[in-house]
């Protein structure tokens, strides 16, 4: 399985971002670490060997991005504005440094995009934030709500990366041509998230797959399990 390290210095977040990529070829997907954790989380973990097949049969390509959640989210040293100023910051390196540039890699000129836990709210966040970008979203035991991060504080930077918020208000075409996967289980912390989200996606009509698997903790044992699974949705051509 080919493993390649990447370390380039980011205009959009002026600072250096590093990222794993396994696989040789095929479909691109984008998989994000959990709260505030590392480029190499998925690897240290297993995720990525769950996935050994697609990668080595040359079905998928998966990016590992770092992570700043410890400078966004997660950084109570600083006003809330400048958290999701942050988190701006990150979302437009990976539309320009990332996405735009391995897209075109499948004929559909699109990405899948794939997290655990709060790995769960980037690949969404970032899917519907940016659907036309987006053919997949593999969402395991997701979180959608970042405004307990914002200590009261809201402005739209706030309402427009809050899915549960902003979805239904979005009118793009092509929220109803993605692959939407919400991977939870009934005992999973973040039930009660993915069944707002699912709620919210049931309003508005969109397809989805609102996979609840029984009696599962929160954790690496039952994301190994969705995630091969999930792929095997994806149309490689």
């Not at 994000?32 to 998925?42: A, I, K, L, V």
């Not at 790995?119 to 593999?138: E, I, K």
């Not at 208000?169 to 939407?180: A, F, R, S, Y």
């Not at 989805?208 to 949705?233: A, G, I, N, Q, T």
Request: with cysteine; hydrophobic share 35%; charged share 20%.
């Amino acid at each position: 399985m080919k493993e390649e390290y990447f370390k380039w210095y980011s205009p959009n977040l002026n600072r250096e971002i590093e990222m794993l990529v396994f696989g040789h070829s095929g479909y691109p997907v984008i998989l994000f670490p959990t709260s505030m954790g590392s480029y190499h989380e998925n690897k240290d973990m297993g995720l990525i060997e769950s996935a050994r097949w697609y990668i080595e049969q040359g079905l998928i390509q998966i990016y590992c991005p770092n992570s700043i959640d410890k400078d966004s989210f997660y950084n109570k040293n600083i006003h809330p504005i400048h958290r999701i100023e942050n988190h701006l910051c990150y979302d437009k390196m990976l539309c320009h440094e990332i996405v735009e540039k391995v897209k075109n890699n499948t004929p559909s000129g699109k990405v899948a995009m794939a997290g655990c836990s709060f790995g769960g709210f980037h690949a969404a966040n970032f899917a519907f934030r940016h659907p036309g970008y987006v053919s997949h979203l593999f969402s395991m035991g997701g979180a959608f709500d970042i405004k307990n991060f914002m200590d009261g504080f809201h402005n739209d930077d706030v309402f427009y990366n809050s899915p549960l918020d902003f979805l239904y208000g979005l009118e793009d075409h092509e929220l109803w041509n993605m692959d939407i996967v919400l991977g939870t289980s009934n005992c999973d912390i973040c039930y009660d998230a993915n069944l707002k989200l699912h709620k919210v996606l049931n309003d508005r009509t969109v397809p989805h797959w609102f996979d609840v698997r029984p009696d599962r903790k929160h954790d690496w044992p039952v994301w190994k399990e969705m995630f091969p699974h999930y792929l095997s949705r994806i149309k490689f051509l």
